[in-house]
């Protein structure tokens, strides 16, 4: 076996994740699992036109996403919505979560070490979910939420119905913010 054509055939398979997004305020952490094709070529968090994140996470306040990304980091840093990934680096086919191994998980446990304010942990998809549980225990002062994921890939639930279930997403916010004043 040629070993230098298999190397380069894993670096080919090997995906990176983002920074965070996540600032002092933040109170919910949703991770997925690693970037897809279309958000490490943009460098953005679910760019692929039809990942449904944006529009539901929007939908939820009542909001349309606007085109601009910078501004989309805006509004859910206001919603006190941090994003990530639960991997930091791992070999994949295609945006194909399922396919996903060698993976090395982010720290997460050190952002939510230094984020108390973080107080649930909303897993986009299932895989975001298998794979948190595989690198890290359950944190019993969090909120974990299983919530479909927006990927194209899973198209069983239609918009309506992921929105529906992305609104305990919603709800726990509001828990979690006091009044001023």
């Not at 995906?15 to 965070?20: A, G, I, Q």
């Not at 309506?160 to 997403?169: D, E, F, I, P, S």
């Amino acid at each position: 076996m040629n070993t230098s054509l298999a190397a380069s055939s894993s670096e080919a398979l090997a995906k990176r994740s983002f920074p965070p997004i996540v600032d002092a305020l933040s109170r919910v952490l949703v991770l997925g699992t690693l970037p897809g094709e279309e958000s490490l070529r943009r460098q953005q968090y679910y760019a692929h036109p039809r990942n449904l994140l944006w529009p539901i996470v929007f939908a939820l306040f009542g909001a349309t996403p606007p085109a601009d990304y910078e501004e989309r980091l805006v509004f859910i840093a206001a919603r006190r919505i941090a994003l990530w990934d639960v991997c930091e680096v791992g070999e994949r086919e295609r945006s194909a979560d399922t396919t996903i191994r060698r993976e090395r998980p982010n720290a997460i446990d050190r952002l939510l070490d230094e984020h108390r304010l973080i107080h649930a942990v909303a897993f986009n998809g299932t895989g975001a979910r298998r794979l948190y549980d595989r690198h890290f225990p359950r944190r019993p002062e969090l909120t974990y939420l299983a919530l479909p994921s927006t990927s194209p890939a899973h198209a069983t639930i239609d918009f309506a119905g992921k929105l529906a279930r992305w609104t305990v997403l919603r709800e726990v916010l509001e828990q979690s913010i006091t009044p001023v004043g």
